[in-house]
Every structure is written in C-alpha cells, then in structure tokens.
C-alpha cells in the first residue's frame, strides 16, 4: 500500500515539505525503536469532515511516551490543532493521521534520556486496509506461531514502534502463508490480538474479547465497539479467551482504526459459522458506518473540522 505524498507534514511545531520531513540517520530511534505513535482517521462525512476520536487517540499517545519516560514538549491541546492544521494545509477532505514522537538525534548509546522527544505528524490517503472486499465478505486469517510479548517485558499497553517487530513478524509470517491476517496468542496460549487489530468472537449471543491482561493495545475502536455492544443489549465479556473458542466461533470480527469493523470468515483454513458476517458483525458495521460515513453521532466521537 503504497504512501501517496502529499504537500506538507508538521514537524516540529512547523509545517514542511514532504520530501524535506527528514531524520538523522544516527536518531536514537533508528537504533532502538524509540517511537510512539497513533493511527487516526479523518472522514468525509455526509455532514462534513470529521477525525474520528481525535482527543482518545492524543491521550494515548501521551500514556504511551509516560510509560518510557519521555516527554512530548507540547500539549494535547498543541497536538489535536496541529492534527487539524496539517490536514488544512493539504487540502483533504478524508485522510490517515500519523502522529509520532520519536527519540531524536543526541546520545547514540542505550539510554534514551539525553536525547530530545521530537514530534512529526503526516497524513495520506488511506485505502481499505485488509482488501477491497474485507468488509462485505470477510478475511481468512491463520494462528500465528509467533506470540505477543509476555507481562513483564515490554509494555503492551504502549503504541510503541518496539512492540510493532513482533506484530511485523506476525503479519509476514500470515501473508507467506496465504492468509490476510494472523492471530498472534499470549505467552499462557490464550487468544490477544491480530497483528494490528483487536479480536471479537461470539459464541451463542455473548460476545468474547480478550482483556488488556492478554498482552493486548487496548484499542480506541475496540472501545467504541463495546460501548455499542453494550448499548444494543449485548453481553460482552472481556477475559482470557481460550484458543479453542477460534474453533467454535458463530462469528469473528477485528476492529482497528485501519481495519475498521472487518469479519473473520475462517481461522487456519476451519470455517467461522456459515462462512459469512455474522448478525452481531454486520449490526456493529452498520452503527460504526452510520457515524463515520452519515455523520450521525450521538457518541461525541467526532471532530468535525
């Protein structure tokens, strides 16, 4: 999926050209992985455009950076305008929001706490992210051998770029073998997360989601879901989900800012239910579109801009 430039990017605290958004090759970041970063997106809603939990998503960006001692040198407030400016300064009505702090150009060694925090923020074009049928027909996936880290080693709850050489592993390894998407577990043997989606699995009208001790990124898409879940009268249980319940399944589903609301259709080559999206998937679809294409949001989730 190919990145379409565009004219500027913020850097910073100032706006420049795309092709000038540049790094030192010896930033720390580049060596250790030190970055912290949100997915957000930017709708063209029918009643204008609006960012999708703009203020959820700059909150975890700040947790995320807490969790290493780093400190962004701006507000959320300087943050969530510097989001809205860039998308005026390109002109789109509809885009993919990256923002991401990253450790930058100082110490080389292994302690980061000499070097500065800096901040970019880039917006693109952004295309359905598992195929241009996933939402209407699902996606095969596959068990990942590779597993999420364990408690205790590195911080999941942290949208770090670290924690991403695991969910690259991951999707590689799905995309060898066929499959859209991988389902990586826990270090127990108990179901986490797709390479960058949270998981949903319904079993007999209730609704499974593995809780963020499973070594998940809790999800500002996941929240949402829950909350219509729960608003529609749908039990949902966040616990430990056992691996075998994949094999059971009347439905599966992924969220993510990327993935958006996408069924699961089989897991390792053994059919979800009837091989379609299930009634409580195409329900979740249908309020989580309503928002996000109509513009109808009784949430406050929206931003229009």
């Given amino acids: 999926m190919p990145v379409k430039p565009v004219e500027k990017i913020?850097?910073?605290?100032?706006?420049?050209?795309?092709?000038?958004?540049?790094?030192?090759?010896?930033?720390?970041?580049?060596?250790?992985?030190?970055?912290?970063?949100?997915?957000?997106?930017?709708?063209?809603?029918?009643?204008?455009?609006?960012?999708?939990?703009?203020?959820k998503h700059i909150e975890r960006l700040f947790d995320s950076t807490k969790m290493y001692y780093a400190e962004i040198p701006y507000s959320v407030q300087d943050l969530e305008?510097?989001?809205?400016?860039?998308?005026?300064?390109?002109?789109?009505?509809?885009?993919?929001?990256?923002?991401?702090?990253?450790?930058?150009?100082?110490?080389?060694?292994?302690?980061?706490?000499n070097n500065p925090v800096d901040v970019a923020i880039a917006i693109w074009e952004w295309e359905t992210y598992l195929g241009a049928d996933s939402l209407l027909n699902g996606i095969d996936v596959c068990v990942s051998s590779w597993n999420r880290p364990a408690p205790n080693?590195?911080?999941?709850?942290?949208?770090?770029?670290?924690?991403?050489?695991?969910?690259?592993?991951?999707?590689?390894?799905?995309?060898?073998?066929?499959?859209?998407?991988?389902?990586?577990?826990?270090?127990?043997?108990?179901?986490?997360?797709?390479?960058?989606?949270?998981?949903?699995?319904?079993?007999?009208?209730?609704?499974?989601?593995?809780?963020?001790?499973?070594?998940?990124?809790?999800?500002?898409?996941?929240?949402?879901?829950?909350?219509?879940?729960?608003?529609?009268?749908?039990?949902?249980?966040e616990t430990q989900v056992p691996r075998e319940l994949l094999s059971v399944a009347d439905e599966i589903f992924?969220?993510?800012?990327?993935?958006?609301?996408?069924?699961?259709r089989s897991v390792s080559r053994l059919q979800v239910g009837d091989g379609k999206p299930g009634a409580v998937t195409k329900k979740m679809q249908e309020l989580f579109f309503d928002i996000i294409r109509n513009g109808n949001d009784k949430y406050g989730w929206l931003r229009f801009i």
């Fill in 10 to 55: 913020w850097m910073n605290g100032k706006l420049v050209n795309w092709n000038d958004a540049k790094i030192h090759v010896l930033s720390h970041v580049v060596h250790y992985g030190s970055s912290w970063f949100e997915g957000i997106r930017c709708y063209n809603t029918k009643k204008g455009s609006a960012i999708f939990r703009l203020d």
């Fill in 81 to 113: 305008k510097a989001c809205v400016d860039t998308i005026h300064a390109n002109k789109m009505k509809a885009c993919y929001i990256r923002p991401v702090a990253y450790r930058g150009y100082g110490d080389v060694g292994v302690n980061p706490l």
């Fill in 153 to 237: 080693t590195l911080p999941t709850l942290a949208k770090t770029g670290a924690n991403y050489a695991n969910a690259q592993l991951i999707k590689i390894e799905a995309l060898k073998m066929g499959y859209s998407e991988g389902i990586a577990l826990d270090v127990q043997g108990f179901v986490s997360e797709g390479s960058g989606e949270n998981i949903f699995i319904v079993k007999d009208g209730i609704v499974y989601t593995p809780s963020a001790t499973s070594s998940i990124l809790c999800g500002i898409t996941r929240a949402s879901v829950i909350a219509m879940l729960q608003e529609n009268g749908f039990e949902v249980r």
């Fill in 254 to 264: 992924f969220t993510g800012t990327a993935a958006e609301i996408t069924p699961v």
